[in-house]
């Protein structure tokens, strides 16, 4: 009875009922492309666009127009400059992605010192789930479902370019489409995930629930359901938590997911450290002479 109403209770508030609807619609759809992501290892690729939405969100204000459309642009165009300098330079993509996000990211920081605005930096970079209105709920649900149908659509296709590129080429699918495609559904969900975690704390939501799900199974198809399931739970706890200890709300999600992450790490029947310790430890069978 008390724990029905420790979680039952914040949510007799209208603004943590929209607080949870967002959170656990990002958290799905992170959940779904950090499967992809993990397999690709384009952990870096996640920070950098969400470190470079930053100086889109700053002009698309001063222009007067939509905060999403803005980050979207910034975030895409980081991907494509990210894409042009490695194909153009010996440079290796993870030093090209380190140059090129943080230097987008100082050039929002500037911008937004230079720049009279009413936005607040702490919700521009760690999330404002709390203030969350009914359009910016709208909004969430359109740019995170469009982005999750068209993943779980081309779920194969996009297993295929990520797992082994060269024989996804050799089969006839548009290997270029696909990774820009990728790139494009990326930069969505961090849009996406602006008001739910921010633009710091939305990598941990595109990394951890994938990691989670990958030392839990060999399979692709549970490893999406693992990590939805991870992600989702975490939401929901991260936000009714937040609110009983005054916690950041974007914080405690991303801390429950990080305790989802080690307890896969220390228990996951095949590869948590407790049962190779336990299979190491085991003393071997005796064999009759």
């Known amino acids: 009875m008390i724990v029905i109403e420790w979680i039952s209770g914040p949510l007799a508030y209208p603004f943590m009922q929209r607080a949870l609807l967002v959170s656990v619609m990002v958290a799905a759809v992170c ?3 950090s499967c992809y992501l993990v397999l690709k290892g384009w952990s870096l690729m996640g920070d950098a666009i969400s470190h470079a939405v930053l100086p ?26 990210t894409g042009y300098l490695k194909e153009n330079s010996r440079v290796k993509e993870d030093t090209v992605m380190g140059i090129v996000f943080s230097g987008m990211f100082g050039l929002g920081l500037v911008i937004f010192t230079k720049v009279d605005t009413d936005q607040h930096l702490n919700h521009i970079l760690f999330g404002n789930v709390l203030g969350v209105t009914a359009r910016d709920l709208i909004e969430t649900a359109i740019v995170a479902g469009g982005t999750l149908l068209v993943v779980l659509v081309k779920r194969r296709d996009l297993l295929l370019y990520c797992f082994d590129p060269n024989h996804a080429r050799s089969i006839g699918l548009p290997v270029r489409v696909m990774h820009y495609g990728l790139l494009v559904l990326l930069s969505l969900t961090i849009v996406a995930s602006l008001k739910a975690v921010g633009i710091i704390l939305v990598i941990a939501m595109l990394i951890a629930p994938g990691a989670t799900a990958y030392l839990l199974t060999d399979s692709f198809e549970r490893m999406l359901v693992i990590a939805t399931a991870t992600a989702i739970v975490s939401a929901a706890a991260g936000t009714i938590v937040s609110f009983h200890i005054d916690g950041a709300t974007g914080a405690c999600i991303v801390l429950t997911q990080a305790v989802f992450f080690v307890l896969a790490f220390l228990f996951a029947p095949k590869r948590g450290i407790w049962m190779r310790t336990r299979h190491v430890a085991a003393p071997l069978p005796e064999v009759d002479s």
Do not use: D, K, N, T
Not at 56 to 81: E, N, R, Y
């Open 31 to 33: 959940a779904v492309l």
């Open 56 to 81: 889109g969100i700053v002009l698309a204000h001063v222009l007067s127009l939509p905060l999403a459309l803005g980050a979207f642009a910034a975030g895409l165009s980081c991907a494509l400059l």
